[in-house]
């Protein structure tokens, strides 16, 4: 099986900053992708960004120039900077990989449990 672990959540003032760490392990061939989403309170689950390789990351607009996402490919981690934190970025982050599980295998979508991140003012 697969498990991913993420960490580094926490609650921080406006403005600052919080960095998310997620791990991947278990039976991995190769994780093709891997990223964050978050899900505010009555909001749906919304992708933060996600990274196909290190040269190719796709961001939501509310967190360009803010937000920074990155992996360490060794590790099987991916990392999320966050910076300039706001009020509207309250939410539970979830990391998410595509996973191949063996050689030529499907790809399978995996998700953490989640770690809080809350802003105040």
């Known amino acids: 099986q697969v498990q991913l672990v993420e960490s580094g959540g926490g609650l921080v003032q406006a403005g600052g900053s919080l960095r998310l760490s997620c791990v991947a392990s278990?039976?991995?061939?190769?994780?093709?992708?891997m990223g964050w989403y978050r899900q505010g309170p009555g909001n749906q689950r919304e992708l933060v960004a996600r990274?196909?390789?290190?040269?190719?990351?796709d961001y939501q607009d509310s967190v360009k120039g803010r937000f920074a996402i990155s992996r360490d490919n060794a590790k099987n981690a991916v990392y999320l900077q966050m910076n300039s934190l706001r009020l509207e970025d309250t939410a539970v982050y979830y990391c998410?990989?595509?996973?191949?599980?063996?050689?030529?295998?499907?790809?399978?979508?995996?998700w953490g449990q989640g770690t809080q991140v809350t802003v105040s003012s």
């Open positions: 998410n990989a595509r996973i191949q599980r063996r050689p030529q295998g499907p790809e399978n979508s995996f």
């Open positions: 990274l196909i390789s290190n040269n190719n990351p």
């Open positions: 278990g039976n991995i061939f190769r994780i093709n992708l």
